[in-house]
């Protein structure tokens, strides 16, 4: 049977966020961001391992003291994400099959929830391809022209915002990253390349990405208001 696996790449600056530290390692409720992320995947009785991508030269992690029963650290991580997801998918290729499923999972996402998971396991374990966590698109789009004016209206019918985690099997999901490449900029448009459909699970606005300083503040806000339930 076909085990669950996550993999976290977590080898960018997150330079957006304006500052020296990498924004995987700010403080968020008292504890590092990446410590939330983490403790989303493993805490899930059903996912067996997981992997957390760092650049070689990372000086950061071994200060924050995180210590989790099913984490494994790869200090394998590349300059692009492709890179990083590729690099670590070769460093578990002998503790996982061909056919096991791996999540790949944003840093930067600390937000995700037992019920995100749930959903998409139960969605795609079965699935021929896998799929990605996303949100349909509420808001009208517009795109921008010259000195930032609108330019025309986008169509948002169809349209999904892409999250993570993002799961396919570890030999399918290696095959289409080193055929992509760095040009890529998650997995499913690596998937999309060899002419597959990766599936969309509905998730929801609380998985967000930690990308602007503001972020962190939404992201202390749904953090806070779990903990109170």
Same mark, same amino acid.
């Given at each position: 049977?076909?085990?669950?696996?996550? *993999?976290?790449?977590?080898?960018?600056s997150?330079?957006r966020?304006?500052?020296s530290?990498?924004?995987?390692y700010?403080? *968020?409720l008292?504890r #590092? $961001?990446? %410590?939330?992320?983490?403790?989303?995947?493993?805490?899930?009785?059903?996912i067996?391992?997981?992997y957390v991508?760092?650049s070689?030269?990372?000086a950061?992690? %071994?200060e &924050?003291?995180?210590? $989790?029963?099913?984490? +494994?650290?790869?200090?394998?991580?590349?300059?692009?994400?492709?890179?990083?997801?590729? !690099?670590?998918?070769?460093a578990?290729?002998?503790?996982?099959?061909?056919?096991d499923?791996?999540?790949?999972?944003?840093?930067?996402? #600390?937000?995700?929830?037992? =019920?995100?998971?749930? /959903?998409?396991?139960?969605e795609?374990?079965?699935?021929g391809?896998?799929?990605? &966590?996303a949100? @349909?698109?509420? %808001? +009208?789009?517009?795109r921008?022209?010259?000195?930032?004016?609108?330019?025309?209206?986008?169509?948002?019918?169809?349209?999904?915002?892409?999250?993570?985690?993002?799961?396919? /099997?570890?030999?399918?999901?290696?095959?289409a990253?080193?055929?992509?490449g760095?040009?890529? +900029?998650?997995?499913?448009?690596?998937?999309?390349?060899?002419?597959?459909?990766?599936k969309?699970?509905?998730?929801?606005? /609380? !998985? &967000?990405?930690? +990308?602007? @300083?503001?972020?962190? =503040?939404?992201?202390?806000?749904?953090?806070?208001g779990?903990?109170?339930?």
């Amino acid at each position: 049977m076909s085990k669950f696996v996550a *993999l976290v790449p977590a080898a960018g600056s997150g330079s957006r966020m304006g500052g020296s530290l990498p924004k995987q390692y700010l403080p *968020l409720l008292e504890r #590092p $961001l990446i %410590d939330h992320t983490l403790r989303a995947l493993a805490s899930h009785p059903r996912i067996a391992q997981v992997y957390v991508v760092l650049s070689p030269d990372d000086a950061s992690w %071994d200060e &924050l003291g995180i210590q $989790l029963e099913k984490l +494994t650290v790869l200090r394998c991580g590349g300059a692009a994400r492709a890179q990083s997801v590729t !690099n670590g998918l070769k460093a578990i290729a002998a503790e996982v099959a061909a056919d096991d499923w791996v999540l790949v999972h944003d840093a930067a996402r #600390p937000c995700l929830r037992a =019920e995100h998971l749930d /959903r998409m396991l139960d969605e795609l374990a079965g699935d021929g391809v896998g799929g990605i &966590l996303a949100v @349909p698109v509420a %808001d +009208t789009l517009k795109r921008s022209g010259p000195e930032q004016r609108i330019a025309e209206t986008v169509p948002r019918e169809g349209l999904w915002q892409a999250q993570t985690p993002q799961m396919f /099997r570890h030999g399918m999901l290696l095959k289409a990253l080193e055929a992509a490449g760095s040009a890529v +900029t998650d997995e499913a448009s690596a998937i999309e390349r060899m002419g597959l459909q990766p599936k969309l699970v509905e998730g929801d606005a /609380r !998985n &967000l990405k930690v +990308t602007y @300083p503001r972020d962190l =503040e939404l992201a202390a806000l749904i953090l806070g208001g779990e903990q109170e339930q």
